[in-house]
């Protein structure tokens, strides 16, 4: 199966920066989409910033500008550079990628374990 390891939130003051990093490990042949996603307090989640498998991303409208979505297809890793963090960013931030295993044909989705970031301001 498929593992997917988040690390980088924490507790950041308003205007500061963060760098959250998935790992996806296991018998992965190949990755295609991967995203982030949060979820704040009473809210559904939502998209934040996707990247395919040839480096097109896109953005939520609130974070254009100031977050960076990017990915390592080696380590198929893929990272989210958060600056100009705001107190409305706070929430459980959690990665998805949609992976290609070997030995089983289509793809899987999967989701990581969720990594909490808190703006103060």
């Known amino acids: 199966q498929v593992q997917l390891v988040e690390s980088g939130g924490g507790l950041v003051q308003a205007g500061g920066s963060l760098r959250l990093s998935c790992a996806a490990s296991?018998?992965?042949?190949?990755?295609?989409?991967m995203g982030w996603y949060r979820q704040a307090p009473g809210k559904q989640r939502e998209l934040v910033a996707g990247i395919t498998s040839g480096g097109s991303t896109n953005y939520a409208d609130s974070v254009k500008g100031r977050f960076t979505i990017s990915r390592d297809n080696a380590k198929n890793t893929v990272y989210l550079q958060m600056n100009s963090l705001k107190p409305e960013d706070t929430a459980v931030y959690y990665c998805?990628?949609?992976?290609?295993?070997?030995?089983?044909?289509?793809?899987?989705?999967?989701w990581g374990q969720g990594t909490q970031v808190t703006v103060s301001s």
């Open positions: 998805n990628t949609e992976v290609y295993l070997w030995g089983i044909s289509g793809s899987r989705v999967y």
């Open positions: 296991g018998s992965i042949r190949s990755t295609a989409g």
